[in-house]
């Protein structure tokens, strides 16, 4: 169980690492709904770990990260949502 549990706290490290330099690279932007899946699955896997080590530091940073990027997904898909709308407003 030890090792399985590492092995989600390595992927959740990874997909934040990955986010961040492609982000860096500007391959994808910040406000992308990419963006912001990479950094959910990351904090969750990295949250997963630190809950079954009991690491409460990393608990919290990695459950905030978690919120925020979110919350940026929320704003993203609101975005597209709206952009759709005034899309369609225009061709009618």
């Known amino acids: 169980m030890v090792n399985f549990v590492a092995l989600i706290g390595w992927i959740g490290v990874s997909c ?3 986010g961040f330099l492609l982000l860096n ?3 994808i932007s910040f406000d992308s709904w990419k963006y912001q899946m990479i ?3 990351g904090g969750l896997g990295l949250v997963t770990s630190a809950l079954y ?3 409460l530091p990393n608990i919290t940073s990695n459950s905030m ?3 925020i990027a979110g919350f940026g997904l929320y ?3 609101n975005a597209r949502k709206l952009a759709k709308r005034k899309k369609t407003l225009q061709v009618n």
């Open 65 to 67: 990260w978690v919120i």
């Open 16 to 18: 934040c690492t990955i």
């Open 75 to 77: 704003k993203s898909f």
């Open 25 to 27: 690279l500007k391959l």
């Open 39 to 41: 950094n959910i699955v």
């Open 53 to 55: 080590f009991r690491d």
